[in-house]
């Protein structure tokens, strides 16, 4: 299926409640095969027009593995096309079965003529992939991009990650201090057994003396 929707974005303040607004992409068939959620001040320099044009179900590239929804997005303003956001632009695209553990969602750089990853962290919602772009071009899941979907080379673990070695750092200087603050105790305990037994000798030789003298 293929389908087209227009939005008019504005950053003026006409958003009064100054929230993000979420836009259903449904086909001629009526399926809905993606969303796109749009942030209040996603036109720096005023009133534009975002065309988005989506196709579904198109057939796979023999050298890439592309997920079934592409999408067009341009951004248009009285002055001509739109390159800079003022906000990110979420794009959820729907990819209902097959392995995605390695997906990202993948622009098409002009430049190259090829996929690239654009955000390699996605969140899953239903049946949805959502990622975010700060540009505006062709836009599709790439399902081989190696991004990230829990696989060891997932590269949105990496705040997991450094939580759990901060954690672990604490760990090991609490340990640290525990062992010192033993050793402490230790050395204490022993400096007054030995000054304990020098008292304890000292008064036995005293009382030995005394009794000498007497």
Known sequence: G??????????????????????????DT??????????????????????????????????????SVIIDINLRN????????????????EQPD??????????????TRRWECEDECLEKVGDQYCGETNHLTSFALLLDGGGGGGGGDDPCNSNE??????WLSLAAVALAI?????????????????????????NRMSSRVSQHMQ
């Open 30 to 67: 009526g399926s809905t095969v993606g969303s796109i959620v749009v942030p209040p001040n996603l036109s720096p320099s005023g009133p534009a027009i975002l065309d988005v044009i989506f196709v579904s179900n198109v057939p796979q590239p023999a050298n890439i593995k592309l997920g």
């Open 98 to 111: 097959g392995d995605v553990d390695d997906a990202c969602l993948s622009f098409f750089n002009t430049e």
């Open 161 to 166: 990650a450094d939580y759990i070695f901060v």
């Open 178 to 202: 525990c062992c010192i603050i033993l050793m402490i105790l230790i050395v204490e305990i022993r400096f007054r057994k030995k000054q304990y037994e020098r008292t304890s000798s000292f």
């Open 78 to 93: 009285e002055f001509g096309e739109v390159t800079q956001l003022g906000e990110p632009l979420e794009i959820c695209l």
């Open 2 to 27: 293929i389908g087209e929707t227009q939005l008019p974005v504005n950053s003026n303040g006409d958003n009064e409640d100054n929230q993000r607004e979420e836009v259903n992409l449904v086909t």
